[in-house]
């Protein structure tokens, strides 16, 4: 290291680091209508995530993502504006060494990452950053502990011995001048840098590696880092009732949970007098602690004089999808002595069912009497009680 008196005092800060992020391959063994780094993994795209893990890392100072030209456009789409880009080349080393020309002054370290790898861990982070301040190289690997056999046209030919045999991951982490200098030299064709690194006669020293910090390859490689991403992450769930009445007038049917249902009256009230559907819209109000109908839809106000209630049920699961809850299940229960509702039943779970894009297994519709008492017993009105049931969907952000 440098060691003239004017210098002493910086090189005691640590080097200044940065990542490069490879992100330039085509993928093409995962599936998909785009390469692999701009699918998406819990509704966010595998490099997107990538960059994320360096630029949550305080000790990582820039970063420049490396991308193939043919994906200007949904490079744009995808990563912050803060983050340089640079054009790739034919060849991963060639895209790396574009990626190291495109690196600001005054960098000590780089961290070279592959950019479908988006769940590094922070903890990987710092163990190759750590070993940097004694070796010129450092990266993250996984000792194997299956056994390993060579196979011979799909039988099991030798047995391989697995003694110190490792997995590589990255980030790789290099003296910044080294590495140049060793990319600089190399024919060409390294299946990483710490192969390039060691052709240069860098020392390369192992830290720990780690299971999450997978290599999306595979079109299955998707469902595990999902899988990752919500361990440990608890379901919520959220329950909400809705009451309703509406009074009888005159008419020939009565609307009912979507479905007109022929009768000697009406159902009065300002919209189409759905009450069932107005006990369940209410009862997903309330499950989100969003009040109920009259406060997203005043009856003061005429547009919705005469409405179909279907607007306000579709209002509430729109409010359900946007809080990222799912409609588990919903009940419905009417109170009348007539019109009789077991007929009908089943085409009302399906109007339903259409309208909130829940199956209708899980969309119950019933009914009881009043035994004759009290308003519904003496047919003045029909009340109707629903519960709704609602679970956030289960991958959170990481
Ligand atoms: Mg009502």
């Given amino acids: 290291m440098t060691g003239t008196d004017a210098s002493s005092a910086i090189s005691n800060l ?80 060639a895209s790396v060494r574009a990626g190291l020309a495109a690196l600001p002054d005054g960098i000590g370290h780089v961290l070279i990452h592959d950019g479908a790898r988006p769940l590094v861990p922070a903890e990987v982070i710092d163990r190759v950053l750590s070993a940097l301040r004694t070796s010129d190289g450092a990266a993250p690997a996984l000792a194997v502990t299956d056994a390993l056999w060579r196979g011979e046209r799909g039988n099991v030919g030798a047995p391989t011995p697995r003694d110190n045999l490792y997995r590589a991951q990255t980030p790789q982490g290099f003296d910044l001048a080294a590495i140049r200098a060793a990319h600089a030299a190399h024919p060409g064709g390294a299946a990483d840098d710490v192969e390039v690194a060691l052709a240069a006669g860098l020392d390369v020293a192992i830290v720990e590696g780690h299971e999450d910090n997978l290599k999306v390859t595979l079109p299955g490689c998707f469902a595990r880092a999902e899988r990752i991403l919500s361990e440990g992450k608890q379901m919520d769930v959220r329950l909400g009732n809705g009451y309703d009445v509406h009074r009888f007038g005159p008419g020939d049917h009565v609307m009912l949970c979507g479905v007109a249902v022929p009768h000697g009256r009406g159902l009065q009230g300002h919209s189409d007098a759905d009450v069932g559907m107005h006990a369940i819209t209410d009862a997903i109000y309330g499950a989100l602690a969003e009040g109920d ?14 409405a179909a209630s279907e607007i306000f049920l579709r209002h509430a699961a729109g409010l359900c999808a946007a809080r990222g809850y799912a409609i588990a299940n919903v009940d419905c229960t009417l109170v009348c002595e007539r019109p009789k509702i077991g007929p009908h039943a089943g085409a009302m779970r399906a109007a339903l069912s259409a309208i909130l894009g829940t199956g209708t297994d899980r969309i119950s519709v019933k009914a009881t009497t009043s035994e004759r008492l009290g308003f519904t017993g003496r047919e003045e009105g029909i009340a109707a009680l629903a519960t709704a049931t609602l679970v956030s969907q289960c991958v959170a952000d990481r």
């Fill in 293 to 306: 109908i009259g406060r997203h839809f005043p009856p003061s106000d005429p547009q919705w004089k005469g």
């Fill in 14 to 93: 640590p080097p200044r680091v940065a990542a490069v992020i490879v992100a330039a391959g085509r993928g093409v063994r995962a599936g998909g209508p785009v390469p692999k780094q701009y699918q998406e993994i819990a509704g966010k795209p595998v490099l997107a995530r990538a960059v994320e893990q360096f630029r949550a890392h305080p000790a990582v100072d820039s970063i420049v993502v490396v991308i193939s030209p043919e994906d200007s456009a949904l490079a744009e789409a995808v990563l912050p504006g803060d983050v340089a880009r640079v054009f790739g080349g034919a060849s991963r080393d």
